[in-house]
């Protein structure tokens, strides 16, 4: 079963523009991760936001979480060729980390 | 340091011959996870080893898959009798202490299987 739903399910833009991607999920959570994955490897962790945390920042990127709302966003700020990946969010379901559906990002030069 | 490894990085079967996919982890990482994700898809949770406790089947689509856990390392997935279905590329991960509540999980480039 996947637990979170990412939104957009894919995201077109240009090099240095911003990118946002949101999602949303069903049950409470300890914590919330983002991941990335480049095509055919395997996913690479960016960021880890608790329960008790509303705002998280890690270089260029701005996690926010409202607990209220089961909502999570991840922005990409001056993106780069080189962020062109899926986006994924994750949630704690006893001991498991569940997976939403991914945002495909792609940042044209 | 080694990341996750995971062997074969691809491999193509017949419909009906056995599979084994081979994932070892990073060492001292005491919880390890098996997914697949099937084309441009999302990831399917199958099955969590943490230490030396019973492992957490409840993602195993049947019965024809089993994975195991030697000496808290290395683990293997078998998948039975094959089906075109059971075509994906199938991603081992693993973790410090209680899995994700504290620590991130590190995944492997995976197994793309693929089933003729």
């Known amino acids: 079963s996947q637990q979170g739903e990412e939104d957009p399910q894919a995201l077109s833009i240009q090099e240095g523009e911003n990118a946002t991607m949101n999602c949303s999920y069903k049950t409470s959570i300890n914590n919330l991760q983002w991941y990335r994955q480049n095509s055919g490897r395997g996913l690479v962790h960016l960021i880890l936001i608790r329960s008790n945390e509303r705002e998280k920042h890690s270089g260029r990127l701005r996690v926010t979480l409202d607990t209220s709302k089961k909502s999570s966003s991840l922005l990409i700020t001056a993106s780069r060729a080189a962020d062109t990946a899926s986006y994924f969010c994750?949630?704690?379901?006893?001991?498991?980390?569940?997976f939403g559906t991914g945002t495909r990002l792609q940042v044209f030069p | 340091g080694a990341g996750v490894s995971q062997s074969p990085s691809n491999k193509v079967t017949e419909k009906g011959k056995d599979v084994e996919l081979r994932c070892d982890p990073i060492?001292?990482?005491?919880?390890l996870y098996w997914y697949r994700q099937s084309l441009g898809q999302g990831l399917e949770f199958l099955i969590y080893?943490?230490?030396?406790?019973?492992?957490?089947k409840s993602g195993l689509p049947s019965d024809r898959f089993s994975a195991e856990r030697t000496g808290g390392s290395v683990s293997t997935l078998t998948i039975q009798r094959t089906q075109q279905e059971d075509s994906a590329v199938y991603l081992c991960a693993s973790s410090l202490g209680r899995g994700p509540y504290n620590s991130p999980l590190h995944f492997g480039n995976g197994t793309r299987l693929t089933v003729t």
């Open positions: 060492s001292g990482h005491t919880a």
């Open positions: 994750a949630t704690v379901n006893t001991d498991k980390l569940i």
């Open positions: 080893f943490q230490g030396n406790s019973a492992p957490d």
